[in-house]
């Protein structure tokens, strides 16, 4: 396994907080995915959004500079059903799918008090001859 990047973010829970008095349907319409912002239940909890803004900062972290995803085009999957955290990159311009230089995205992350901790491991893809 040959590693693009790596990358790491934490959050201030209450920081996020302060971000959803301030600005209570602008901030998940502007960081969460149509999948994300499908779990329209959530969009109010500070934790669901907190895990969100941590995994995509990390992977942002991770991608570049090869790629510089956007908040929407990164789509993270929660542990659901005994299936493991997933995080799912959809870039939208045709020539970023042609130039796919990444493979497996792996996530993990943890929460504890105040604050939440993403990790973000991008390989790279596998070179066919």
Excluded: C
């Excluded at 934790?47 to 500079?65: D, H, S, T």
């Excluded at 956007?70 to 990159?89: E, I």
């Excluded at 020539?95 to 990444?102: A, G």
Aim: no cysteine.
């Amino acid at each position: 396994m040959s590693i693009l990047g790596i990358g790491v973010d934490v959050v201030h829970v209450p920081r996020i907080v302060a971000l959803l008095r301030r600005y209570p349907q602008k901030l998940p319409s502007r960081i969460l995915s149509p999948y994300e912002a499908s779990e329209s239940h959530l969009l109010v909890d500070p934790q669901f959004i907190a895990v969100r803004w941590a995994v995509k900062e990390a992977a942002y972290k991770a991608l570049y500079p090869y790629h510089k995803p956007t908040w929407k085009q990164l789509s993270y999957h929660g542990f659901q059903n005994g299936r493991k955290p997933a995080l799912v990159y959809t870039p939208q311009a045709p020539s970023d799918e042609n130039t796919k230089n990444w493979g497996p995205i792996h996530v993990s992350v943890s929460h504890d008090g105040d604050y939440v901790f993403a990790s973000v491991l991008v390989e790279a893809a596998a070179l066919t001859v």
